[in-house]
């Protein structure tokens, strides 16, 4: 079974609108972080927000914010006021205490003007 | 810069051929892991290394594919007798801890082609 799933293969949005990227994950750990990465079509992955399982407030880091709802082991990401600059591949991970990353198959963001 | 670096940054060989990919972490950095990822799909988790700890090997898709850390510092990925199936980007990255919160940072890559 798949452990982190983004249903979302392309999602499109236009300059200065909010876009929801989907991410569902699975674990049976109460210890646990997940993480969203971008990757450009420079293919570098950069790290964009990170949240706790015990983390009671919602991750924000400027215009990302993390939508962690844990009974229902969703974690989306949101990204307000979309830029052309957004247009790339984002990832949902996770990871298990002492583990790798587990990543799910990406979302390709489109930002049009 | 004090970034993840790797070596080469592409590499093109001949089916059957040995390979060899290079790692170098962020100085002070205990954990490092190395990645795959095909041609418009996500990562897949190949081996972890964590300190002076038996590394978590579980990722590795056939015995074909080892790693080693020298020192707790640089890692090398080696693929023998590379197949075309072989052919991806392998992404290394470390971290200052193995703990869940711990950020990963991430390499630029080595692109793999296999002929």
């Known amino acids: 079974a798949q452990k982190i799933t983004q249903t979302q293969p392309g999602m499109f949005v236009q300059e200065k609108e909010a876009v929801t990227l989907d991410c569902t994950y699975d674990?049976?750990?109460?210890?646990?972080?997940l993480f969203w990465y971008k990757q450009p079509s420079s293919g570098e992955m950069i790290f964009l927000i990170y949240?706790?399982?015990?983390?009671?407030q919602n991750a924000t880091e400027g215009r990302y914010s993390l939508n962690f709802q844990k009974a229902r082991k969703s974690a989306n990401l949101v990204i307000s006021a979309s830029q052309l600059g957004d247009s790339a591949m984002y990832f949902c991970?996770?990871?298990?205490?002492?583990?790798?990353?587990?990543f799910g198959k990406g979302t390709t963001l489109s930002v049009s003007s | 810069g004090a970034g993840v670096s790797q070596s080469p940054s592409n590499k093109v060989t001949e089916k059957g051929k040995d390979v060899e990919l290079r790692c170098d972490p962020i100085?002070?950095?205990?954990?490092l892991y190395w990645y795959r990822q095909s041609l418009g799909q996500g990562l897949e988790f190949l081996i972890y290394?964590?300190?002076?700890?038996?590394?978590?090997k579980s990722g590795l898709p056939s015995d074909r594919f080892s790693a080693e850390r020298t020192g707790g510092s640089v890692s090398t990925l080696t693929i023998q007798r590379t197949q075309q199936e072989d052919s991806a980007v392998y992404l290394c990255?470390?971290?200052?801890?193995?703990?869940?919160?711990?950020?990963?940072?991430f390499g630029p890559g080595t692109r793999l082609t296999v002929l």
């Open positions: 990255a470390s971290s200052h801890t193995s703990g869940r919160a711990s950020e990963q940072f």
């Open positions: 100085s002070g950095h205990t954990a």
């Open positions: 991970a996770m990871r298990e205490a002492g583990t790798a990353l587990i």
């Open positions: 290394f964590q300190g002076n700890s038996a590394p978590d």
């Open positions: 674990t049976s750990d109460q210890s646990y972080g």
């Open positions: 949240q706790g399982s015990y983390d009671e």
